[in-house]
């Protein structure tokens, strides 16, 4: 029997062949999902596309009135929305203030410390609530459960922490708000996931608690790690609150967000500048041009680190959150 005729017979047993492109297409559509409509498919288009401009169109103005010129920030009766009078001035005003300068670096500080400190906690304390047998794991995690919904309040936390001489200490503004118990449960539900076998062959090679975290737990968890430290990064970048309790004298100490919360938010000018008669005692509100840079200034680190953790974001939340 020739090969064609052995073909021909097994068509006609099997059936025709179906492309594999063909075959692709609807291995990718589960059987139980209608197909899309162009009603459909428009209606996605048109949110996704409202959702963008709603996140692009105040971004777009506040760094296009950042850039414009005084006279192109008077014509427009406000904020620019399309180019005229490009200018860097408030950039270089804003930059050459000192007071920016050191709160930028403070907040910088104050970012990578607070950040590190709370990973390093978090860490140990899900890893250690995650093993069952570790000692009084339950009461301890009950506890940090009630702390979610039962606290002292803010008069009692300022009294313990200017109790302990944090006034107008920097450390003031970074351990009282170190620990999150949400993101300790996020993490403490992933390591729980952590295959049994993986643990199981590492305490049989000698590893201790300390080299399995180090060498299997952390390694396969890199995505929820990166975004629960995201986490603590916007709120140590984002927090002005405990400076207005425990540092509302100490300009020098300031992070950035309280400077555009004192100098622009407030109307306060910058001191030192010599525009529109900054620094003086009687300051008027600040040019809308220098507020929309200090903004621009404050969104700058955010959006060079979250591209960089977004790929980690969906995985991280989703594996450390749900069960099943």
């Known amino acids: 029997m020739t090969n064609a005729s052995m073909i021909e017979r097994r068509q006609v047993r099997n059936g025709p062949a179906v492309p594999a492109v063909q075959r692709g297409a609807h291995s990718r559509r589960p059987s139980w999902e209608e197909e899309p409509t162009a009603v459909g498919q428009a209606a996605k288009g048109l949110t996704l596309g409202g959702v963008l401009a709603v996140v692009l169109v105040p971004l777009w103005i506040i760094i296009l009135t950042s850039v414009s010129s005084p006279g192109a920030v008077n014509r427009a009766g406000g904020l620019v929305i399309w180019p005229d009078g490009l200018s860097l001035q408030a950039y270089r005003e804003m930059l050459g203030d000192s007071t920016v300068r050191t709160a930028l670096l403070v907040s910088l500080g104050i970012t990578a410390v607070g950040t ?46 200017t109790g302990l001489g944090g006034y107008n200490q920097w450390w003031a503004l970074i351990l009282p708000s170190a620990v999150s118990v949400f993101n300790i449960l996020v993490l403490r539900s992933f390591y729980s996931s952590t295959s049994g076998e993986l643990i199981d062959a590492a305490r049989m090679d000698g590893a201790g608690d300390w080299r399995i975290l180090c060498s299997v737990v952390l390694p396969t968890s890199r995505a929820v790690t990166a975004v629960i430290a995201l986490f603590y990064g916007v709120g140590y970048w984002n927090s002005f609150f405990n400076v207005m309790l425990y540092m509302p004298t100490e300009s020098e100490k300031w992070p950035l967000q309280y400077v555009l919360l004192t100098y622009v938010n407030r109307g306060v000018g910058l001191p ?17 041009s220098l507020q929309m840079a200090v903004v621009v200034l404050t969104l700058v680190p955010l959006l060079i680190v979250y591209p ?17």
């Open 272 to 288: 030192g500048s010599v525009n529109s008669g900054f620094g003086a005692e009687n300051a008027q509100t600040a040019p809308l």
């Open 116 to 161: 590190a400190l709370s990973m390093v906690v978090s860490v140990l304390c899900a890893y250690g609530l995650s093993r069952s047998r570790s000692f009084g794991h339950r009461p301890i995690l009950v506890l940090l459960i009630v702390t979610m919904f039962v606290n002292g309040g803010m008069i009692p936390t300022f009294l313990v922490v």
């Open 308 to 324: 960089f953790v977004q790929k980690h974001f969906r995985t991280g939340v989703l594996t450390g959150a749900i069960k099943g």
